[in-house]
């Protein structure tokens, strides 16, 4: 307690020479900068986190089986039937993807085509994210296709009652005439009847949804399918419903919550997030730099002080231990004021929104920076200040070199 006394004293004293006040003041500042951010970056990447998480509710479903050793279901219809007896499940239905090319007034666009059934907006909110047209023909007679903004722009395509959208296969069954190379193709033509937005590349740019039977037809399938897609019963835990399913499929299939269903999503912001994190880390082992140079500077002018300790009879543990503490000091309040001014920007931004997107705010769904503090991340940022404090303590503190003239 006598080393902490007199680090606190030293820290808050006015130096004899001005230059290690500033020295001093600067090493607090970087500290300070460098918590601060680490506090407001690490929040907003989870702002970002939950964004995804809410978007993804719109899309997936609350669970999805997929074969685990084939592509496709040899009977996804029967395989839905027995999903359905299961307690907590509320629709299962089939659904089946395969590559397309799209060709509409001329313009073709590679695409990914979605045949889905009766009840798919049971398992899906898609039709909450359309921005022109309807859903609701998909399902019906009329055969009707739902497009991603991002492919309706490409094609120049928009809602129409005229069926001018053309989706073109390989032919997957029966011969192929050489004279005719075309036969090796099948074309079916459907009406657009919606556009959607999702603000994900991945459906907005390239997925084509339309009605299963057309989608069967159009690739020579019956009964088979890619996928079965399920919805879950209000208050039914979804981890204890996966379970049950897989209990009753066994290993030949992959049953998926809506997390490891965009598993790769979560992980790529995961890892952004870290490395992100490890080079403000740098930063501020950078930034304790300026702390030894204060803390050298401190020993030079407290030389008298430690003379007269030493000479008193203070052992050599505690004046090195002097400054070790003096490091953590300066370190811990750098970050305290840095880890505070975090929490306040983050809290504020999170409630008030202050700093917006760029871009044009109409064609967006979010036009401020998502933002949500965790306390996790602020004891991470508090524990990697403490150990910088530390280590730059401990650095100087080797610097003192006892006894002084005893």
């Known amino acids: 307690m006598p080393a902490f006394r007199i680090a606190l004293r030293y820290l808050l004293a006015k130096k004899s020479h001005t230059a290690v006040n500033i020295i001093s003041y600067i090493s ?6 460098a918590a601060m ?29 997929t074969p685990a050793n084939n592509y496709m279901i040899a009977d996804a219809d029967s395989l839905a039937a027995v999903i359905s007896d299961i307690d907590g499940v509320r629709v299962a239905v089939p659904t089946i993807q395969a590559e397309a090319l799209a060709i509409y ?29 309807v859903m609701d023909t998909i399902t019906n007679e ?30 997957r069954l029966g011969r192929i005439n050489p004279a005719f190379p075309m036969s090796a193709f099948i074309t079916d033509t459907l009406m657009v009847s919606g556009v959607y937005r999702t603000n994900q590349p991945e459906f907005d740019n390239a997925m084509i949804y339309l ?61 952004e997030k870290w490395i992100t ?50 490091g953590l000091l300066v370190a811990l309040a750098g970050g305290a004021a840095g880890i505070v001014t975090g929490v306040i920007l983050c809290l504020v931004q999170e409630h008030f929104g202050i700093i917006t997107l760029g871009g044009d705010h109409s064609q967006m769904s979010i036009v401020t920076y998502p933002c949500v503090l965790e306390f996790t991340d602020v004891l991470v940022t508090a524990g990697v200040v403490v150990v910088i404090g530390c280590i730059s303590g401990f650095i100087a503190s080797r610097s003192v070199r006892p006894p002084f003239g005893r």
Do not use: W
């Open 142 to 171: 009329l055969g009707g296709a739902v497009i991603g903004v991002g492919t309706a722009v490409r094609l120049g395509a928009r809602p129409s009652m005229i069926p001018d959208l053309q989706l073109t296969v390989p032919r």
């Open 37 to 65: 951010a680490m506090v407001c970056v690490l929040s907003v990447f989870n702002g970002f986190t939950e964004l995804a998480s809410d978007r993804l509710s719109f899309v997936d479903p609350d669970v999805k089986v």
């Open 28 to 33: 607090m500042a970087g500290i300070a900068v």
């Open 105 to 133: 007034d001329g313009v073709q666009l590679p695409v990914r085509i979605a045949g889905v059934p009766d009840g798919f907006g049971e398992v899906s909110a898609l039709s909450s994210l359309m921005i022109d047209g």
């Open 211 to 271: 009605p299963l039977r057309n989608a069967r037809e159009l690739l020579d399938y019956t009964t088979e399918g890619t996928a079965v897609e399920i919805a879950i019963e209000p208050g039914y835990d979804v981890g204890h419903v996966v379970k049950a399913i897989e209990s009753r499929l066994g290993d030949s299939y992959i049953v998926a919550d809506r997390l490891r269903q965009e598993s790769h999503s979560f992980r790529m912001i995961a890892i």
């Open 277 to 326: 994190f490890l080079m403000l880390v740098f930063v501020l082992v950078m930034a304790s730099f300026n702390i030894l140079s204060s803390l050298a500077m401190l020993i030079i002018e407290k030389e008298e002080s430690l003379r007269i300790l030493s000479a008193v009879g203070a052992p050599d543990s505690m004046l090195r231990r002097i400054f070790l503490d003096q």
